[in-house]
């Protein structure tokens, strides 16, 4: 199998180049590298270094052939995209609409997409697929806009899809290959565990008047190893699904943890506490989001193998010490 895999340079993305590779699919990434990393594209894969909404270097990209196309490429901080609604949904949706259109030209079968859990406002039980869509942000909502694409670019023209709704992604490559590396840092892991190695102040607790049990949010932690198996499976899904389909699936471990807990397990696993100070509500938080991932399960056989918080935050923990400038490093 030939398979693109766009922001295959970035987090999510360069795991699961890796699972393709280890079923020995020939893999291109296209990353236009202001996020992603060319040093976590391993050697052997081809690295296009542009963009997801430039129709003349996908057009001669996509002739070559491919079976498939995994798209990572986005911009990600739902804060961020508060503050650039636009650009949010420019970048995402709109140039994500230009590479849907080349993959129809091109005939590429099958198309997986990167979603998230931020569809969702958030509620007490583990969201299955039934649960309502209520983009949180510009940026939750520029992935429903793709995910709307992709369900008429198969009712129209036959395209097979998958949009995979990520809860919150942690933890790194359990061999030390890849790990989580972004500029500015924003997730509570890596920062948790810089605060315990002292590389960083201490960490900021946003909201302790949360609605749950300790008064801090609850997020549901699933590996990045096992995102990234979850894209071989869901390729697999799609090989087997009529003309057309257009897919949605929630990808969590169907277990919530707050940032108290979080920070437990950071301390726990770093040997010293990580120093925290309670700070306001960051604006957007939903208090609770938990995946059920049962359908994604009964439909394809996967199953977190590494859902255990203690060794998602010991990934994540081993990566950040043998690399203490992330890539640049
Ligand atoms: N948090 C802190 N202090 C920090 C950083 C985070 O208390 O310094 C808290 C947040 O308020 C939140 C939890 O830790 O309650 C997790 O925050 P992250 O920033 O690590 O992750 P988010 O849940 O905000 O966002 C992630 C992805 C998004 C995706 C979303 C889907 O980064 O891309 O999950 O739920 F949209």
């Excluded at 052997?44 to 490429?73: K, M, S, W, Y």
């Excluded at 604006?283 to 995946?291: F, K, N, R, S, T």
């Amino acid at each position: 199998m030939k398979i693109l895999v766009t922001g295959g340079a970035g987090y999510v993305g360069s795991h699961a180049v890796l699972a393709l590779r280890a079923r020995g699919a020939d893999v291109v990434v296209l990353d236009n590298l202001r996020q992603g990393h060319a040093a976590a594209v391993p050697a052997g894969v081809r690295l296009i270094e542009g963009d997801i909404g430039d129709a003349a270097l996908l057009d001669p990209l996509l002739g070559e052939g491919f079976d498939a196309v995994l798209h990572f490429a986005a911009l990600s901080l739902v804060g961020e995209s508060m503050q650039k609604p636009m650009l949010y949904l420019r970048a995402n949706a709109a140039a994500g609409m230009v590479l849907i259109e080349a993959c129809l030209r091109h005939q590429v079968g099958r198309f997986v997409l990167s979603s998230t859990a931020n569809l969702f406002a958030g509620g007490d039980a583990p969201l299955d697929e039934a649960a309502a869509i209520d983009p949180g942000s510009p940026y939750g909502e520029s992935k429903w806009m793709l995910e709307r694409a992709l369900t008429w670019a198969g009712r129209t023209r036959g395209l097979k899809s998958v949009a995979l709704r990520y809860f919150n992604a942690a933890g790194a490559d359990p061999d030390g290959r890849l790990g989580e590396d972004h500029d500015p840092e924003t997730h509570l892991i890596p920062l948790a565990i810089d605060a315990a190695l002292g590389r960083r102040p201490e960490l900021a607790i946003f909201g302790t008047d949360y609605p749950t049990p300790d008064g801090t949010c609850i997020r549901d932690y699933v590996h990045v190893s096992d995102l990234a198996e979850a894209h071989v499976r869901a390729l697999e899904r799609l090989a087997a699904a009529p003309e057309g389909a257009a897919l949605a699936y929630n990808l969590g471990t169907g277990h919530g943890h707050s940032v108290r807990a979080v920070l437990a397990a950071v301390g726990r696993v770093a040997g010293r506490a990580v120093p925290a100070q309670e700070a306001p509500r960051r604006a957007g938080d939903p208090a609770i989001l938990v995946a059920s991932a049962a359908r994604f399960m009964a439909e394809t056989g996967w199953a977190p193998r590494f859902g255990d918080l203690d060794t998602i935050v010991a990934t994540a923990h081993a990566w950040r010490v043998a690399h203490p400038g992330g890539y640049g490093g």
